[in-house]
């Protein structure tokens, strides 16, 4: 289940339902699944996320999950307020209850993580999840997720160092707190983040296993 969270704060505010953020997890899961072969080949974040962003229409076409569209960074032009104007997530969806508001979407953002890497691994925390902290990305929402690309095993040693990253920029309340497990993620974890006007916001950490053979 969830973490309670307040009720949402700032403007917009913007609250999913459970079943909603079970399915963007479903779908971010098995999306990377059916891409992994083509994942684990790429140079960088960027062709990673395509790779799953076309896996995840895939899973959404073949699983007949209705009312949901997925979209990749570009789209993010589209936000029209607030300290995300400037900004470009990785991916974002949208539930048929979220059209025709440019600022209401669930947020990815995806990180390559590692055991011994050490720079990404402070990445993920410092230009992933900082971003969510500070509104330029969701800002006002209660939910968005991290997808952390695994190259490296095992996860353990990055999460580790990920979540003492968390503490020492956020502290203690932000570290990682077992999540909704998925058969296709290696973990899951959630975390509360403070937003403006001490508005939280649930971080929903997905990793899976991007390691090259």
């Known amino acids: 289940m969830r973490s309670p969270l307040d009720a949402p704060l700032g403007v917009p505010s913007l609250g999913l339902a459970e079943e909603v953020v079970a399915t963007a997890k479903h779908l971010i899961c098995r999306g990377f699944l059916l891409a992994r072969d083509d994942v684990i080949i790429c140079a960088g974040e960027v062709q990673m996320t395509v790779c799953v962003r076309k896996a995840m229409k895939r899973v959404k076409r073949e699983e007949a999950i209705p009312g949901w569209e997925i979209y990749g960074e570009i789209e993010l032009d589209d936000e029209t307020e607030g300290p995300g104007l400037a900004g470009r997530i990785d991916l974002f969806l949208k539930t048929l209850e979220q059209f025709g508001d440019e600022n209401n979407y669930l947020a990815v953002e995806c990180k390559r993580v590692g055991a011994g890497q ?35 095993l095992p996860v353990e040693e990055a999460v580790k160092v990920i979540d003492g990253r968390l503490a020492e920029v956020f502290g203690e309340e932000a570290k990682l707190a077992p999540g909704e497990t998925h058969p296709d993620a290696l973990l899951t974890f959630d975390s509360k983040l403070k937003q403006e006007g001490n508005h939280l916001i649930l971080i929903h950490h997905i990793f899976v296993d991007a390691e090259s053979p």
């Open 118 to 152: 050490t720079t990404l691994n402070r990445k993920y925390v410092d230009e992933g999840v900082k971003r969510f902290a500070t509104g330029q990305y969701a800002n006002g929402h209660s939910d968005a997720f991290m997808l952390g690309y695994t190259i490296r």
